[in-house]
């Protein structure tokens, strides 16, 4: 495996991992050089590197300004360049660099531009099939970030076979679903306008296809919240659109969060300054609330208007880092007695939604990292043992399928089953109704501690009449079984 897939980041593993990690050991020992070799060992290089979390979503729905606000670095290619239209991986590394992997696979080493993403990648993006950029950052000692191609929301050459959202056709799209497709954990941005209906789900589903991906590993954002309108706090606004949302995607997102990435980014990524501070204090210094409406009526009428005397490239300035809404949080925050960067700095954290998305992707991602690598790595050893172009170790690999049935049934592996029958609801293999898809989500989250006796003894039985309707398919009947299972171990562990 090439320094280019794994980073430099080398960490202590969870309890899961390392018995996954064991097997791959174990296998290696015995298999020839050979596809199925180079498979087990990218599994077992996976599993001892930090969680990979992919940000995808539409052509410019905000990707690139919240893996930024993620890391609180603005490195991640904005707006126009090369760089958006290929696959960026940003792994821990102490020696800062980018490698561009091309699709022929060579690696070529570019250095970073005062830390920023170079404009050239030294090649036509057609021909690079991503690119690896080693940060010395500390979220990255916990998880991996992946930032995608946008998705074409609608594909028009189509229109007879009726729009399809989340489209995954052409190159950009076809990278960005593979990258999904290796994903640990995924971030997927939804404009916060549309409803979740039924191409929605339906593009969810072809997505998610390819991968091991359950509910309980992914997160939906209304990315650009402050798009919704003109309201003062568009975090708090978009909260029941987030609900209704979370409630026509359950089985398919854990959670569905607003955020305004673009004040995230300004508020975290160490771009804004003392001047932008002063600046804003003098845009503050109109008082007047009609005047102040008329300037932030469009981006067109703060720039042009003659009530504050700014130079024109400060103004454009302003609105890159903050747009309308965030110039009126700080003009409000100013009013409140703001006059430094940090204070107005906090102002912008606050009103972003930054700490929801905190909590549901680094704090929860992270915490879960052992259960979802392990989930990925059964399913990637899985495949492996199905392999059909490698005659020389086909014994070695269907060997495969007994230890992994084995840890599979084992109690303290059962989420890594529940994970499953999550991936399965959320690729649209099979449907259930919405009192068990409740179950799937909560047992998947892993917050059911406080599970008592009793509950976990109906949602056993629940379950149990489920799937033993004889309407069932055998399919259906086995994650029945394994939902089941997992309640009657949850019974056991409440009446201890
Ligand atoms: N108003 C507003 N603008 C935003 C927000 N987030 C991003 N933008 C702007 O939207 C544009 C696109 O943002 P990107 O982060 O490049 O979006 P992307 O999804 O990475 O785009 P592609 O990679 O090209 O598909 C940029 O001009 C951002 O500044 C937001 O929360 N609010
Ligand atoms: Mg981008």
Redesign the pocket.
């Known amino acids: 495996m090439s320094q280019a897939e794994v980073g430099d980041d080398r960490r202590e593993s969870g309890p899961l991992a390392r018995r996954l990690s064991a097997l791959c050991d174990d296998t290696l020992a015995r298999l020839r050089p050979g596809p199925g070799r180079d498979m087990v060992q990218q599994v077992h290089a996976k599993l001892r590197a930090p969680l990979t979390v992919t940000v995808a979503?539409?052509?410019?729905?905000?990707?690139?300004?919240?893996?930024?606000a993620l890391l609180g670095q603005r490195i991640?290619?904005?707006?126009a360049g090369e760089c958006?239209?290929v696959v960026t991986e940003f792994r821990f590394g102490v020696h800062e660099r980018a490698e561009v992997v091309g699709v022929d696979g060579s690696v070529a080493v570019i250095a970073l531009d005062r830390g920023r993403m170079p404009d050239h990648l030294g090649r036509p993006a057609e021909e690079v099939e991503r690119v690896v950029v080693h940060l010395s950052n500390a979220l990255l000692r916990d998880l991996a970030v992946v930032?995608?191609?946008?998705l074409n929301t609608v594909t028009e050459s189509n229109e007879a076979t009726s729009a399809r959202f989340l489209g995954v056709s052409g190159r950009e799209g076809e990278q960005t679903a593979s990258a999904v497709g290796r994903a640990e954990a995924l971030v997927f941005?939804l404009p916060v306008l549309r409803q979740a209906d039924a191409d929605v789900l339906r593009g969810f589903a072809s997505l998610l296809g390819g991968s091991s991906l359950s509910s309980s590993a992914s997160v939906a954002v209304l990315?650009?919240?402050?798009?919704l309108g003109r309201t003062a706090d568009p975090v708090t606004a978009a909260q029941p659109i987030a609900r209704r949302m979370a409630t026509d995607l359950r089985g398919v997102v854990s959670d569905v969060v607003p955020?305004?990435?673009?004040?995230?980014?300004t508020a975290r990524a160490a771009v804004f300054t003392e001047a932008d501070a002063r600046a804003l204090v003098a845009v503050a210094a109109v008082t007047d609330p009609f005047d102040r409406e008329d300037m932030f009526l469009s981006p067109e009428d703060f720039l042009r208007t003659d009530l504050i005397d700014l130079e024109p490239a400060v103004r454009r300035r302003l609105l890159?880092l903050l747009?309308?809404?965030?110039l009126q949080v700080a003009v409000k925050a100013v009013d409140g007695g703001a006059r430094s960067a940090g204070a107005m700095l906090r102002a912008f954290e606050q009103r972003s939604g930054f700490e929801a998305l905190r909590r549901a992707v680094i704090e929860r991602f992270a915490g879960q990292s052992d259960v979802f690598k392990a989930n990925a790595a059964v399913s990637d050893l899985r495949r492996a043992s199905y392999l059909r172009n490698d005659a020389d170790n086909a014994t070695v690999l269907r060997g495969l399928r007994t230890p992994l049935e084995r840890i599979e049934l084992e109690g303290s592996m059962h989420r890594l089953r529940v994970l499953q029958v999550g991936n399965a609801v959320a690729t649209g293999t099979v449907s259930l109704p919405v009192g068990l898809l409740d179950d799937v989500a909560a047992l998947g989250a892993g917050d059911d501690s406080a599970m008592s006796r009793a509950a976990a003894a109906e949602g056993a039985s629940r379950w149990g009449a489920w799937g033993t309707d004889p309407r069932r398919s055998p399919d259906e009947a086995r994650h029945a079984r394994v939902m089941k299972a997992a309640f009657e171990l949850r019974w056991q562990g409440a009446s201890r």
Do not use: I, M, Y
């Open positions: 979503g539409g052509v410019s729905s905000g990707k690139s300004t919240l893996v930024n991640a290619a904005v707006d958006t239209r930032d995608t191609p946008g941005l990315s650009k919240a402050d798009r955020v305004v990435g673009l004040l995230a980014e890159s747009d309308l809404f965030g």
